[in-house]
């Protein structure tokens, strides 16, 4: 037996900044929420409305600042037309690059469709600058029909398979990090989405003032649902590395034994996780509980997907390679960190009070026939009722 | 459970295992992370590496001498000489152990096929190299390589490797690290010449030699001679230099800060 002690050792950096956390993080949700959005806005399922008016303004101000983040992670942003100028089909990143704004435009469009009527019905109204800008946006007097709003969310739906499909596997193929380096993570990726978007709805649904009952019930079956589809998953890796040695469960492995800081992260994750579960089980029986409830609960589950990448993203970069123990990383103040983190959340609030200010997003309705504002039918009466003197006094 | 209820629930089930049922093979089939041609070069050639760890003494010239050719930023490194105190525990004598680590250039290099521009590639004569013109800087390389052989050179912004001094060979010299090798412990050479000084040495420690991480299926062509298996994976060691603290509780035990 023999010890050995590392006397000269280079100290290696992390590569992928805190913005990569938050592209992952944003991404995530916005196709989640599309997802979460689909019965009420593509399939016209009037009970699902309140939830797919919810879902699309996150889904749209995630979309749109999503690719912020991206771009901030390149150390060279302004040479992000090299992505166009040189194609290159054998690299999931590349892929990625042509899908990331196909997808873009995809949802832009959907909502869009989806707001016109409103938009328009505003233009009509006398709101000095909200109504011309209401005009503007809703370009002409046409009428898309329901088909074209189905088929363009279709569409949506289809390209949000390929981010999910990029994002997981342009991680998942990396070898030289086995914790990464297992099939299961592009579906964890998927799932710890569908919490963090099912958390995002029950936070905007309490701060919008909305408070719909069917979205927080629908909410917390997602939630429930995510949760149990996020277990299984995170098992199944598990015992598949039991098993039959996955190299990503034996550095998980190795790392939580030999980390006190990876001890923390994996009781603390696994006390989250565990705890959300819990209690979205729990809450969703009582409509009471989950009216009061939702809003805290959703906060929770968005923190689980943000620390998922965060752990996933970061933490395993900090596992060291080729030399022994951990690299030790702080979050920097500056952009590579703490302002990153911030500023992209700044950023994201901004999206969502411009949509706010500008969009008449409540009574986005899928049904055209239906003129808006006035007899939005699957506007639940709280919604109108509730909505206008708290969010609406500014413009109308 | 209402219908509309259950079609989410379904809907999110099929998505979840839709996404966790393409098998990864399938997709490397489909070509997606393949290595793409190799371009520029000689192809007449393929560069190697062999180093004998029996001649290094750890005195870091080919560090320092990378380091100044090359000009890389303070703290990040194409080569350096890994260094480890091993103690024997029953006797408790105690020897050094060096390990010279640089890109290995490998025949399936992992770092390839990720670039999402090209701009790194494998020349026909092996060299792997990044066009700093064409590097967004994305980091993709940086993560991909299992030897941490890759860092963003922070004048550049861009990614930063080892080329085995591809300009000094062009120019009929040695690499700097092998230039400055006081016990000639670094021996390159054109590995399809078979009278090269290399391609002797291949042919004569063949079973002896080593290479890093083969079980991650690269193919390093660098290649160590006197090597203990043991470190060719990552070291089971003691951090020890992170232990080093000053009065301040500050770490002083490394020089190569970053």
């Given amino acids: 037996m023999s010890l050995v002690t590392e006397v000269v050792v280079p100290r290696y950096g992390i590569a992928w900044y805190p913005w990569a956390v938050q592209y992952f993080f944003l991404i995530a949700l916005s196709y989640s929420t599309l997802w979460l959005a689909a019965p009420g806005l593509i399939l016209g399922k009037q009970a699902w409305m309140p939830t797919a008016r919810i879902a699309l303004l996150a889904c749209v101000s995630t979309t749109l600042v999503a690719p912020v983040a991206l771009l901030a992670d390149l150390h060279q942003p302004l040479r992000f037309w090299h992505f166009y100028g040189y194609p290159t089909p054998w690299s999931w990143m590349s892929l990625g690059s042509f899908i990331l704004p196909l997808y873009l435009g995809a949802v832009v469009l959907l909502a869009w469709l989806a707001w016109r009527p409103a938009l328009k019905a505003r233009s009509r109204q006398n709101d000095g600058w909200f109504s011309r800008v209401a005009g503007w946006l809703a370009w002409g007097e046409w009428q898309a029909p329901r088909a074209v709003l189905a088929l363009v969310g279709l569409g949506a739906l289809i390209v949000s398979l390929g981010i999910m499909l990029y994002t997981g596997f342009e991680v998942a193929i990396v070898k030289g990090r086995p914790l990464w380096n297992t099939a299961w993570l592009p579906p964890m990726f998927v799932a710890t989405g569908v919490i963090g978007a099912c958390g995002l709805v029950l936070v905007l649904n309490r701060i919008s003032s909305l408070r719909s009952p069917d979205t927080n019930r629908q909410m917390l079956a997602a939630l429930v649902a995510a949760c149990a589809i996020t277990g299984f998953i995170a098992l199944t890796w598990f015992l598949d590395?039991?098993?039959?040695?996955?190299?990503?469960?034996?550095?998980?492995?190795?790392?939580?034994?030999?980390?006190?800081?990876?001890?923390?992260?994996?009781?603390?994750?696994?006390?989250?996780?565990?705890?959300?579960?819990?209690?979205?089980?729990?809450?969703?029986?009582?409509?009471?509980?989950?009216?009061?409830?939702?809003?805290?609960?959703?906060?929770?589950?968005?923190?689980?997907?943000?620390?998922?990448?965060?752990?996933?993203?970061?933490?395993?970069?900090?596992?060291?390679?080729?030399?022994?123990?951990?690299?030790?990383?702080?979050?920097?103040?500056?952009?590579?960190?703490?302002?990153?983190?911030?500023?992209?959340?700044?950023?994201?609030?901004?999206?969502?009070?411009?949509?706010?200010?500008?969009?008449?997003?409540?009574?986005?309705?899928?049904?055209?026939?239906?003129?808006?504002?006035?007899?939005?039918?699957?506007?639940?009466?709280?919604?109108?009722?509730?909505?206008?003197?708290?969010?609406?006094?500014s413009h109308g | 459970m209402d219908p509309i209820r259950r079609?989410?629930?379904?809907?999110?089930?099929?998505?979840?295992?839709?996404?966790?049922?393409?098998?990864?093979?399938?997709?490397?089939?489909?070509?997606?992370?393949?290595?793409?041609?190799?371009?520029?070069?000689?192809?007449?050639?393929?560069?190697?590496?062999?180093?004998?760890?029996?001649?290094?003494?750890?005195?870091?010239?080919?560090?320092?001498?990378?380091?100044?050719?090359?000009?890389?930023?303070?703290?990040?490194?194409?080569?350096?000489?890994?260094?480890?105190?091993?103690?024997?525990?029953?006797?408790?004598?105690?020897?050094?152990?060096?390990?010279?680590?640089?890109?290995?250039?490998?025949?399936?290099?992992?770092?390839?096929?990720?670039?999402?521009?090209?701009?790194?590639?494998?020349?026909?004569?092996?060299?792997?190299?990044?066009?700093?013109?064409?590097?967004?800087?994305?980091?993709?390389?940086?993560?991909?390589?299992?030897y941490d052989a890759?860092?963003?050179?922070?004048?550049?912004?861009?990614?930063?490797?080892?080329?085995?001094?591809?300009?000094?060979?062009?120019?009929?010299?040695?690499?700097?690290?092998?230039?400055?090798?006081?016990?000639?412990?670094?021996?390159?050479?054109?590995m399809r010449d078979p009278d090269s000084e290399i391609s002797r040495l291949i042919e004569k420690h063949r079973d002896e030699l080593m290479v890093l991480k083969p079980d991650k299926n690269t193919l390093p062509q660098v290649f160590y001679l006197g090597m203990d298996e043991r470190f060719t994976t990552r070291p089971d060691a003691k951090p020890g230099i992170w232990d080093v603290l000053g009065m301040d509780g500050k770490e002083v035990g490394y020089e190569f800060g970053h």
Avoid at chain 2, 114 to 135: H, K, L, M, N, Y
């Fill in chain 1, 241 to 393: 590395g039991v098993n039959a040695v996955s190299g990503s469960v034996a550095a998980a492995l190795n790392s939580v034994s030999h980390s006190a800081a990876w001890r923390t992260t994996a009781i603390e994750g696994g006390i989250a996780g565990v705890l959300l579960a819990a209690l979205a089980l729990v809450m969703r029986r009582s409509p009471a509980r989950r009216r009061a409830m939702g809003w805290l609960l959703g906060l929770l589950a968005l923190h689980v997907a943000w620390m998922f990448r965060w752990v996933v993203l970061m933490n395993v970069q900090s596992v060291a390679r080729n030399s022994a123990g951990f690299h030790d990383y702080h979050v920097a103040f500056g952009s590579y960190g703490l302002l990153g983190i911030v500023g992209i959340f700044g950023l994201w609030l901004t999206a969502v009070l411009l949509i706010d200010l500008f969009v008449p997003w409540r009574e986005a309705a899928n049904d055209p026939r239906a003129e808006p504002v006035s007899s939005a039918p699957a506007a639940p009466d709280i919604s109108s009722t509730s909505a206008s003197p708290e969010g609406a006094p």
């Fill in chain 2, 7 to 146: 079609s989410l629930l379904g809907q999110l089930a099929r998505l979840s295992a839709g996404a966790a049922l393409v098998p990864l093979s399938s997709v490397a089939g489909a070509g997606i992370n393949a290595q793409p041609p190799r371009r520029e070069g000689d192809p007449s050639k393929r560069y190697g590496m062999l180093i004998d760890l029996r001649r290094c003494i750890g005195c870091q010239a080919c560090t320092v001498a990378c380091h100044i050719e090359n000009d890389a930023p303070l703290g990040n490194f194409r080569t350096v000489v890994s260094q480890f105190e091993v103690e024997q525990e029953s006797t408790g004598e105690v020897a050094t152990f060096m390990l010279p680590r640089l890109c290995n250039h490998c025949d399936n290099p992992p770092c390839v096929p990720v670039c999402p521009v090209q701009a790194t590639f494998q020349r026909q004569d092996g060299i792997v190299v990044v066009d700093s013109e064409r590097c967004v800087g994305c980091a993709y390389c940086v993560n991909a390589c299992p």
């Fill in chain 2, 150 to 190: 890759r860092f963003i050179n922070e004048k550049t912004q861009t990614a930063d490797k080892c080329t085995f001094c591809a300009h000094r060979l062009e120019a009929g010299l040695l690499p700097a690290c092998v230039e400055s090798c006081v016990g000639g412990a670094r021996i390159i050479g054109d």
